[in-house]
């Protein structure tokens, strides 16, 4: 890379290659320490992995597709970032802290921890669900853990 910027440290790169569909899909995350307000300076370091990245042709490909997310605890108080979530709105991920997308191959998000969690938590909701009943039919098959471990190491 000839970037001035190409030895900057990312705090997570994970990519993803999905066989069926020929893709590989990027994930840029930069994490901030509970006490960072996320603001413009913040959202600027993120754009520039972007910039980065896309300034090396070896990393734009037709099935290459990157998702780079800002994740803090908090915005700080000049609203930027929540203006910049309110110009993408028409992207349909408002809702996900979307602030950037060229609608082909890149998105650039900023999440707060408390998103992030209850994202997490209601996607995996239906799972816990299904945990607790096999659970409870179980508990209900035994009279106790002990029988339980018994009958299996039995068949």
């Known amino acids: 890379m000839d970037s001035p910027d190409k030895n900057t440290e990312m705090d ?3 990519c993803r290659t999905s ?3 020929d893709k590989i899909h990027n994930l840029v995350i930069e994490l901030k320490r509970p006490t960072v307000l996320l603001g413009e300076k913040e959202v600027s370091q993120i754009k520039k992995y972007q910039r980065t990245i896309f300034s090396d042709d070896r990393f734009n490909g037709d099935n290459t597709y990157w998702d780079f997310i800002l994740v803090g605890n908090r915005f700080n108080t000049s609203k930027f970032i929540e203006g910049e979530i309110d110009t993408n709105k028409g992207h349909g991920e408002k809702d996900k802290g979307l602030i950037f997308s060229n ?3 890149c998105k650039i998000y900023v999440r707060r921890w408390s ?3 209850a994202d997490i938590e209601c996607r995996h909701q239906f799972l816990q669900d299904q945990l607790n009943t096999k659970r409870d039919l179980l508990a209900a098959e035994y009279i106790s853990a002990d029988e339980a ?3 299996a190491n039995k068949k």
């Open 12 to 14: 997570l790169f994970l």
């Open 19 to 21: 066989i069926e569909n």
């Open 103 to 105: 609608n082909q191959n």
């Open 115 to 117: 998103d992030v969690f």
């Open 149 to 151: 471990v018994e009958r």
